[in-house]
């Protein structure tokens, strides 16, 4: 069966502090991931995409970057963390054609504090 | 551009009642999915149910169901027979699938609250 791993589980990290979250995916090939921010108490902001290795679309543009350096690896990272930065990070992978429903299957989430 | 539209912040429903929350959509799309998902104050997104848009039939997954208004473009969630553990907020989202690399678009989100 698939499971999606995500780490850390929290992390505070101060202003202009760099960042990397990662995100890895065990028992499917070539899935599509997503990395996803959630501000306190709102909805899911897509933040990248990835379709392939070293693939990624961007959806809102600020200080945040993704990689894909493996298949089932999909980074997050920043050079300097701003205070809006704070967040829920989740991943998220799915697989086209997937089944029949085509969901996404979302990680345990990352609980980013900037100080 | 796709939208999904929560427009219920919050709601409330008492223990073994039904509810309903609401979702609207908007696409150009002619192929698309809906679905609807669930995350406790733990943080996972639980998947709960799907519903395409060629589906003539509503979607029911156990006590959760959904409401498939085409032509309105909506696709309320209705809970029946609700349980302390329903508590959560919910997220209607969507995804384009004449392309199917497209990522899932969520709305902002209703707050269920279940009440003893």
């Known amino acids: 069966s698939q499971t999606i791993h995500q780490w850390p589980a929290t992390l505070v990290q101060p202003v202009g502090s760099p960042l990397s979250l990662e995100c890895t995916v065990e028992?499917?090939?070539?899935?599509?991931l997503y990395w996803y921010r959630q501000a306190a108490g709102r909805g899911l902001q897509l933040l990248f995409y990835s379709v392939g290795i070293g693939q990624i679309s961007s959806e809102v543009p600020q200080n945040l970057s993704a990689s894909r350096p493996q298949d089932r690896q999909f980074i997050l990272s920043s050079k300097k963390l701003l205070l809006s930065d704070s967040g829920f990070y989740l991943c998220?992978?799915?697989?086209?054609?997937?089944?029949?429903?085509?969901?996404?299957?979302f990680g345990p989430g990352t609980r980013l504090t900037v100080t | 551009a796709q939208k999904i539209t929560q427009t219920q912040p919050g709601m409330f429903v008492q223990e073994k009642e039904a509810v309903t929350l609401d979702c609207t959509y908007d696409t150009s799309d002619q192929s698309y999915g809906l679905f609807w998902y669930k995350q406790p104050s733990s943080g996972e997104m639980i998947f709960l149910i799907y519903?395409?848009?060629?589906?003539?039939q509503n979607a029911t997954e156990g006590r959760y169901s959904l409401n498939f208004q085409k032509a309105r473009k909506s696709a309320n969630l209705v809970i029946s027979a609700s349980q302390l553990g329903d508590s959560a907020m919910y997220f209607c989202a969507m995804r384009e699938l004449s392309t199917g690399n497209t990522p899932l678009v969520f709305g902002k989100g209703t707050r269920l609250s279940v009440i003893a």
């Open positions: 028992g499917t090939s070539n899935p599509n």
């Open positions: 998220a992978w799915s697989v086209f054609p997937n089944r029949i429903t085509y969901e996404q299957y």
């Open positions: 519903q395409g848009s060629y589906d003539e």
